[in-house]
């Protein structure tokens, strides 16, 4: 492969927030997520453990996260950004106004953001969801080498032409998801991977972000 095939490939992903109803072939999903777990990690620990939904499953999962949503309190395991300030506060707000625009919602439309912000819960529609989860006894090391393993998922499922969106929000509701799916206490829900096929028509999928120059965040030395 060259970089530029792989260029090609980190070009082409994006996250997508409407999907088809379509399930991926269970082979396909095996397929991806041999291909993620090549990412390297600390001690080669691989401390990735993901429950992967399908079917009935997902439908399950996505109208109690939706109860959850509306009467739960937010209680991630890892703790959420403190807050977002300077360029980082700028990127997220083009970021969020880029979809907003895209579907219609204009700036002050409380309603309108917080109705968007509930797509979260129900997965955007996708047909299945992969919750991803690391040791808590490897802290913040074991949540870096998961965050390469999730960014591995996306760009293989966008090799096969399947879409995905890696979504903080999911883990907003942590306590739910380790009894929903029974994940153990040691371990720390981190984010959830929905995907599936993409709606190509859906606003929601019509905007593209963009990414800082290099001299934005390179120090060179020497
Ligand atoms: C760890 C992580 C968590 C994210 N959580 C959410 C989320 O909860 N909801 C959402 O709509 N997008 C979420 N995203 C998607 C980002 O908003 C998106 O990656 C970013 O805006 C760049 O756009 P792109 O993925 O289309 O290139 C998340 C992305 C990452 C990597």
Same mark, same amino acid.
Do not use: E, N
């Given at each position: 492969m060259e970089l530029a095939d792989l260029d090609d490939l980190l070009a082409r992903r994006h996250s997508c927030r409407a999907f088809r109803p379509d399930p991926v072939p269970r082979a396909d999903i095996e397929r991806i997520? !041999? !291909? /993620?777990r090549r990412v390297p990690s600390w001690c080669n620990a691989q401390p990735w453990q993901v429950v992967v939904t399908s079917g009935d499953e997902t439908d399950r999962f996505r109208t109690? *996260? *939706?109860h959850e949503a509306a009467t739960g309190a937010h209680a991630p395991d890892l703790p959420f950004p403190t807050s977002y300030s300077g360029v980082y506060q700028?990127?997220?707000r083009t970021c969020g106004w880029a979809l907003y625009e895209a579907v219609g919602v204009e700036k002050g439309d409380r309603a309108g953001s917080a109705r968007e912000m509930m797509k979260n819960f129900a997965l955007f529609g996708a047909p299945h969801c992969a919750i991803v989860s690391s040791p808590a006894e490897l802290g913040s090391y074991g949540a870096l080498d998961c965050g390469g393993f999730? &960014? /591995?998922f996306t760009l293989a499922a966008q090799a *096969? $032409?399947? /879409? &995905?969106? +890696?979504q903080a929000a999911v883990a907003s509701y942590s306590p739910f998801l380790h009894r929903h799916f029974g994940i153990p206490d040691d371990r720390l829900v981190l984010c959830a991977i !929905?995907? $599936?096929?993409? =709606? +190509? =028509?859906?606003p929601a999928n019509a905007f593209r972000t963009d990414r800082a120059e290099l001299d934005e965040f390179v120090d060179w030395r020497g």
């Open positions: 997520l !041999s !291909s /993620a109690a *996260l *939706l700028q990127r997220r999730v &960014t /591995a *096969l $032409g399947i /879409a &995905t969106i +890696p !929905s995907f $599936g096929y993409a =709606d +190509p =028509d859906h």
